[in-house]
């Protein structure tokens, strides 16, 4: 990460908010209707909800699917004015991969 390669920055940012949406918790459409402002939660974390805490698996899982993605974007772009593009992504990937590929990998 010294060495500012984007790539890599680029591809761990996304994963990262991709575990953090994983991790979500889908609000109950129940729970979001027919409270009255006066009866609604007040305090300091009053309306936060639990995450979800995933296994280990989980993580390889969401890692795996980002890295495919990009590999098959760069796949379909075929032009010539998009090979800065492709490579890019192509590049993400290979940080991605070499993450799961690491000592202690599933």
Known sequence: MRARDKAAVSALRATLAAL?????????EGELRGVAVE?????VGATEAARRE?????????????????LEVAAQLTAPAHAD???????????LLR????????
Do not use: I, K, T
């Open 20 to 28: 953090d949406n994983a991790e979500a918790v889908p609000a109950d």
């Open 39 to 43: 009866q609604s939660p007040v305090g």
């Open 54 to 70: 995933l296994s280990e698996r989980s993580v390889v899982d969401v890692v795996r699917a980002e890295a495919a993605e990009r």
């Open 85 to 95: 593009r492709a490579a890019r992504l192509r590049a993400e990937a290979a940080v």
């Open 99 to 106: 993450l799961l590929d690491g000592p202690g990998a599933p």
